[in-house]
């Protein structure tokens, strides 16, 4: 069983790394990461055979990283003074953000369906299954949040004709 495990960190060991790096940043993904195979561990022997592996270690994934933005939001830092805001909106190209700070700033589901396929390696149809909701819906919100991604790391885009090429 040990030996049979160690293969399956080795092939998908990566793809669950870039999954938590895009849920919870790059500073705590490598926890997220260790709980996630801790307890794809301890599961392991009642998996069947004929599972996807890498869609079931995506979805422990995703939810030990909800847990740990959930304890985080709860730990209080102390700090002498409160620092302000960075203001999101209206962002030029001389105030972009990298990546892990864009994705920070997609809607939970548009985050998770970039994450799942496109660092993931997922297929749409399997993003789906582990959110919950269609391929569709996974396919739209992932292009939506690539979209969203494109705009804040290239700066502004002012006009839905500049987005989409044409008048709507």
């Not at 705590?28 to 996630?36: K, N």
């Not at 994934?61 to 304890?71: E, N, Q, S, T, V």
């Not at 979209?147 to 989409?164: H, I, M, N, Q």
Request: one cysteine or more.
């Amino acid at each position: 069983m040990q030996r049979a495990f160690d293969h399956v960190v080795t092939a998908h060991g990566g793809a669950v790394l870039r999954v938590c790096r895009a849920l919870v940043g790059p500073d705590d993904a490598d926890d997220v990461w260790a709980e996630t195979f801790v307890s794809a561990m301890r599961a392991y022997p009642e998996l069947p055979h004929d599972a996807n592996v890498e869609a079931w270690l995506v979805t422990i994934a995703r939810r030990k990283g909800i847990d740990h933005l959930r304890a985080r939001a709860r730990r209080a830092l102390p700090v002498e003074t409160v620092p302000e805001r960075p203001e999101t909106a209206g962002l030029g190209s001389a105030e972009r953000l990298d990546l892990y700070a864009a994705l920070a700033t997609l809607p939970t589901r548009q985050r998770e369906c970039v994450a799942f396929h496109h660092l993931g390696g997922l297929p749409y149809a399997e993003v789906a299954a582990v959110l919950g909701g269609t391929e569709a819906a996974a396919r739209r919100a992932a292009a939506d949040g690539v979209r969203a991604l494109r705009a804040a790391l290239s700066g502004p885009v002012t006009t839905d004709e500049e987005v989409y090429g044409a008048r709507l």
